[in-house]
């Protein structure tokens, strides 16, 4: 079914997201039997624990066929009453995600083109909380990751 996009996309690449409603060995999959290398993933590092799977397996699953990386840090709890998590977002760098593992984790597939920072921000009472919220861990991510990705002569 992917494949027949193909010829649609001589000058664009498509990347499929990975989410909670299918495992990643799926989407791999799909992808591969598109036989195009102008079809890849767009990995989320947080989607797919709705679908019981961790980072090492989505790494392994579908690291190779990534094109656009949403690096997505998180936060995993008990609740109170012990039965049962909480994932709720960090701003990068303050979570469990690790980070510069996950970015040495793509170097060997050289197929990864862009990273985009997206943050889960749990909402405030009032929109103006939340907005000043999202700016500050914005500004927070972007701290933490300039040094990631600074190139060193």
């Known amino acids: 079914m992917l494949g027949q996009s ?4 001589t ?3 498509l990347g499929i997201e990975n989410h909670d409603r299918f495992p990643a ?8 039997n598109a036989g195009s290398d102008r079809i890849g993933v767009c990995l989320d590092t947080a989607n797919s624990l709705g679908a019981g799977e961790g980072l090492d397996t989505v790494l392994r699953e579908l690291g190779p ?8 840090d998180f936060h995993i ?16 760098g303050a979570g469990q995600l690790d980070v510069p593992r996950l970015l040495t ?14 943050l889960w921000t749990p909402p405030e009472a009032e929109i103006e909380r939340t907005v000043a919220k999202e700016e500050s861990w914005a500004a927070q991510s972007l701290a933490y990751w300039k040094p990631l990705f600074t190139t060193k002569a």
């Not at 008990?78 to 701003?91: A, C, I, N, Q, S």
């Not at 984790?105 to 997206?118: A, D, K, N």
Request: hydrophobic share 45%.
């Open 6 to 9: 193909v010829p649609l996309l």
């Open 11 to 13: 000058r664009l690449k």
């Open 25 to 32: 060995a799926t989407l791999r999959e799909m992808v591969e």
């Open 65 to 72: 066929l990534t094109l656009n990386l949403h690096i997505k």
């Open 77 to 92: 709890a008990r609740v109170p009453y012990l039965m049962g998590f909480t994932v709720e977002g960090r701003p990068a």
């Open 105 to 118: 984790g793509f170097t060997p597939f050289h197929r990864c083109e862009t990273t985009v920072l997206e």
